[in-house]
């Protein structure tokens, strides 16, 4: 089955550093399109990032020119590097992946989510 399993999450500092990790498996990942999700306390989820199947880097206004968004296909990994964190960032951060099951159809796939709280 589908698995995402992610990592890296924890309190930090406002203007430090985080990289979250995402480990895929269960379908093929080179041809997934990939995302990160993130969801605040109290408020619904916020698309921050995908990076598809063929390279394609795209990020949300609120994150461009702070996080970076990668991806090992040799290792079936999904990566956010996190910089200049801002209290507003807290949020269970979600790895997500969008499986093509038939050419008409993708299934979305979210992971059980991995807290960051940006805090002094």
């Known amino acids: 089955e589908v698995q995402l399993v992610e990592s890296g999450g924890g309190l930090v500092q406002p203007g430090g550093s985080r990289r979250l990790s995402c480990a895929a498996s269960?379908?093929?990942?080179?041809?997934?399109?990939m995302s990160w999700v993130r969801q605040a306390p109290g408020k619904g989820p916020e698309w921050v990032s995908v990076?598809?199947?063929?390279?394609?880097?795209y990020y949300a206004d609120s994150v461009q020119g702070r996080f970076t968004i990668s991806r090992d296909n040799a290792q079936n990994r999904l990566y956010l590097q996190m910089n200049s964190l801002k209290p507003e960032d807290t949020a269970v951060y979600y790895c997500?992946?969008?499986?093509?099951?038939?050419?008409?159809?993708?299934?979305?796939?979210w992971g059980q989510g991995t807290q960051v709280t940006v805090s002094s």
């Open positions: 997500t992946a969008s499986v093509v099951v038939a050419w008409y159809r993708a299934s979305d796939h």
């Open positions: 269960g379908f093929t990942f080179r041809n997934a399109d």
């Open positions: 990076i598809n199947g063929g390279g394609s880097i």
